[in-house]
């Protein structure tokens, strides 16, 4: 008799050979396995696919699923549909995390019960312009948590119930969709908890790659349009999903 598991990870991907197999092994390292895996690929040009059968006989049940998708919350959306976890885990492929960290995801659930739930984001590596752009967004959304749930969508843990009660992530949204979602969530009902632990590390490509000054003017005036006049549909500003980006000159 199939048992369902208790986590369903999700992991949107494009062109992300240089970055999943870190991700997919802390995976594999965790402690606690009562999950399965849904790599969302959107049509890798690189060697992304390859790199995630690597992990098929160490991850507990992994699903590779390999179709072009309009954005990430399409591909996200992608993925939820062949979950079967109680809860959905919602991972960018730049991240990784500690070999405890489902075992402390699960003892959170169990003391507070919240339907959603999101970790601070650690930089990697732990650079000067990291530790300024996370940590100013870290104490924003802890300091809303009660009362206006948002969360950072490198890493969102919700209930699937909750997920599909709400229809997922809205695909018309050029920036900000993690912060939509739990928007919604939370007029639905919702309860969003942040934690500092367990540890989740998020890489700082971007804002290497971009600088201090139009890293903070994007994740700010993101923020500011989506409180004053919601979701960000049309492009306010450059922004391009997917591992090329950080190979570009």
């Known amino acids: ?20 197999g870190k991700l997919l092994k802390t995976i594999t390292n965790q402690s606690y396995r009562d999950f399965e895996v849904i790599i969302s690929d959107s049509d890798s040009e690189d060697e992304t696919c390859a790199v995630v059968e690597k992990y098929r006989h160490t991850v507990p049940s992994l699903i590779l699923l390999e179709e072009k998708t309009q954005n990430v919350s399409a591909a996200r959306n992608n993925g939820a549909k062949y979950a079967q976890g109680e809860y959905l885990i919602f991972f960018d492929a730049d991240v990784y995390i500690e070999d405890h960290f489902l075992k402390a995801v699960t003892r959170h659930i169990q003391l507070d019960h919240p339907s959603m739930m999101a970790m601070w984001n650690r930089p990697s590596p732990a650079s000067w312009r990291g530790r300024i752009i996370f940590g100013l967004m870290n104490r924003i959304v802890q300091a809303v948590q009660n009362i206006r749930p948002a969360a950072n969508g490198p890493g969102i843990i919700i209930k699937r119930a909750l997920f599909e009660s709400i229809g997922g992530f809205d695909q018309t949204i050029f920036f900000g969709e993690d912060y939509d979602l739990i928007k919604r969530a939370h007029e639905k009902g919702g309860v969003m908890k942040v934690y500092k632990n367990p540890l989740f590390f998020v890489s700082t490509r971007r804002f290497e790659k971009e600088g201090l000054v139009v890293s903070l003017y994007k994740s700010l005036s993101a923020l500011l349009h989506q409180f004053i006049f919601g979701p960000v549909r049309k492009p306010i500003f450059k922004y391009e999903m997917g591992g090329q980006y950080y190979h570009k000159k």
């Open 1 to 20: 008799m199939y048992m369902s598991p208790y986590f369903s990870i999700i992991i949107p991907a494009h062109n992300e050979e240089n970055t999943i």
